[in-house]
């Protein structure tokens, strides 16, 4: 059996082929699993509440964060959450299965392009983890329809 050469061309495309997917997806924000906070910082005032949350790197976080700032309407859904709908759909670039799911996810719903602020346990497979409150955030507690502003830090 003679072995042919590997031509030079046959070796980068071997090289570019597993080095530059998983890269792409980490600079991108691709991989739903591995959620690194970013500096993009919001604020979210309703009845006098305030509360911060630090935005994840994905490309459906970034498209929100160039939205900002918004006026929506924040109101209780189900047991465990809070909703407000944007004013149009976000990028779903990236998004993908996430475990660990846990209180105070700031999420986007795709199905209905809706914010899904959770203050209890929940598990849905229609979600973007958009990032994590870092305070204030028992004011997702407070039953009721209100005004809502979101704007940058």
């Not at 790197?57 to 809070?82: G, Q």
């Not at 986007?108 to 392009?113: A, E, Q, S, T």
């Amino acid at each position: 059996m003679t072995r042919q050469p590997i031509s030079r061309r046959a070796l980068l495309c071997a090289a570019l082929a597993t080095v530059v997917p998983q890269g792409a997806a980490n600079s991108q924000g691709r991989d739903p699993a591995s959620q690194e906070p970013t500096d993009m910082q919001i604020r979210m005032i309703f009845d006098g509440r305030i509360m911060t949350a630090t935005l994840y790197d994905s490309s459906s976080a970034r498209d929100f964060f160039s939205m900002l700032p918004l006026h929506l309407t924040i109101s209780d859904y189900a047991h465990n959450e809070k909703i407000a709908y944007l004013p149009r759909k976000l990028t779903e670039d990236g998004s993908g299965p996430f475990g660990n799911e846990q209180p105070y996810d700031l999420c986007y719903f795709m199905p209905w392009g809706n914010l899904a602020m959770f203050h209890a346990d929940y598990r849905h497979p229609g979600l973007i983890r958009l990032g994590r409150f870092d305070d204030g955030e028992q004011a997702l507690h407070t039953r009721g329809e209100f005004p809502l502003h979101i704007e940058r830090v």
